[in-house]
Structure formats: C-alpha cells, structure tokens
C-alpha cells in the first residue's frame, strides 16, 4: 500500500544518539514550521482587518460625498479606474475623468 509506512532495515543499526539527533532535527524543524504558519497567519488576519477598515472607511466617504450632493448633481464612477467624482448641476454629454483621462458618456 502506498501509505503504509515501511521502517528500513538499517534503522536498527543505528546509534542511539543518532537516532537522539533525528529527533531533536524532527522536533526543531516542527517548531520552526509552527512559528512560520503563526506569523503566517497573523500577517494574514492584519491584512484582512486593514482591507475591512479600508472598505468601512470608502463606504463612509462615499456615504458623505452622497449626501453633499446638491439638487441636479451627479456621482459618477469611472469604468476604467473606479475614481468616483461629481458633476456639475444638469451636466449631459461627455466628460474625462480626472484620474485616468477615460471618456465617459453622462446619460
């Protein structure tokens, strides 16, 4: 069977400390792989937070920018880059973006 696990024939040859130093070897590189998948981890769940603050923080902007919009005004998201910006009052036709130059049409 592939996952049986089969114990050479030399292993009982071996010295006793080596068999000591394979598992102090065995027991190091497990820690080390522990503290690794840890600080993965960590940094992994600093990311995750930092992008949810991020997510909070351009939903409240784009809450805020909403309701300063005056009568007629316009919030307009670029296709291209996803800047968002204002237009002016009654504002039809075509503009570009401020970020990227994209050409929009305003409906």
């Known amino acids: ?3 049986e696990i089969t114990i050479p024939e030399q292993l009982h040859r071996l010295k006793p400390e080596e ?3 394979a598992a102090r070897r065995r027991e ?3 820690v080390t792989r522990d503290l ?3 600080e993965f981890n960590d940094a992994i769940l600093i990311r995750l937070a930092k992008e ?3 997510e909070i ?3 409240k902007e784009k809450e805020r ?3 300063s919009l005056s009568e007629g005004e316009k919030l307009i ?3 291209k880059c996803g800047m968002e910006f204002q237009t002016g009052i009654a504002m039809k036709g075509k503009m570009n973006c401020p970020e990227c130059n994209h050409a929009i049409k305003i409906v």
């Open 65 to 67: 920018s909403e309701s």
């Open 77 to 79: 998201q670029c296709e």
């Open 19 to 21: 068999l000591e130093a």
């Open 36 to 38: 690794q998948a840890r």
């Open 28 to 30: 190091n590189y497990s």
């Open 57 to 59: 923080e351009r939903e």
């Open 52 to 54: 949810k603050e991020l």
């Open 1 to 3: 069977m592939k996952k």
